[in-house]
């Protein structure tokens, strides 16, 4: 696959920003608590859906106290319409305890420490904090990895690898990136029938079609 040149991703680069400043993500959430419940559940599954789960998951369990002592099986069947809803009502769970336990019932902003809760992992850290905080820290989800490898800002293997590699080639506004990203590849750069004739990066694709995940 042929890589972008520096000019093109600086063309890219101010294209992204020029469209997507304002860009947010289309979780709903009232609070830090809420956002990385609904960001955990949100792995492998769609906002929408995480969207529809949430509002009666919040109305139960309003904050990590209540999340911290509940039964896991009753929260496993507010979230059963979710993929890996098992593991993912286990993980908020000891999120919840933990953020009682260690943090005082308050979500702590800080990456490192997000890390040390049930179920979040660098991804999840990352998305919380470009979200909450407008930090400057790029996330992959399969959106970005895709959107990545077709302009040629990526060959990694691995959304890990993928996030070290746009880090290091866009630098800054990371936060507008990581949400535009998503977006463009959620609706206009999408994995099966990508909106070629919507996107305002044509001349920048290497691979049109032909990478699909």
Do not use: W
Request: net charge neutral; with cysteine.
């Amino acid at each position: 696959m042929k890589k972008a040149t520096k000019k093109e991703i600086l063309e890219i680069h101010a294209l992204f920003i020029e469209r997507y400043s304002d860009a947010v993500t289309e979780l709903e959430y009232k609070n830090a608590y809420e956002l990385v419940v609904a960001v955990a559940l949100s792995a492998q599954c769609t906002d929408k859906r995480v969207n529809i789960l949430t509002p009666k998951l919040f109305e139960l369990y309003p904050s990590p106290k209540e999340l911290a002592v509940a039964n896991v099986d009753d929260v496993k069947a507010l979230i059963n319409s979710c993929s890996f809803f098992n593991n993912k009502a286990k993980n908020i769970i000891a999120m919840a305890q933990r953020v009682v336990e260690v943090y005082d019932g308050e979500i702590p902003m800080d990456e490192k420490e997000l890390m040390t809760l049930g179920g979040v992992g660098q991804k999840t850290a990352n998305v919380v904090m470009i979200e909450y905080t407008g930090a400057n820290l790029m996330a992959v989800d399969t959106h970005v990895f895709r959107v990545s490898h077709r302009l040629g800002l990526s060959d990694d293997k691995t959304a890990l690898k993928t996030e070290v590699t746009l880090v290091k080639k866009f630098k800054n506004n990371l936060h507008a990136l990581h949400q535009g990203m998503v977006l463009f590849g959620r609706y206009v750069c999408t994995a099966k029938n990508p909106k070629c004739d919507e996107c305002f990066l044509t001349e920048f694709c290497k691979t049109k079609e032909t990478f699909k995940v």
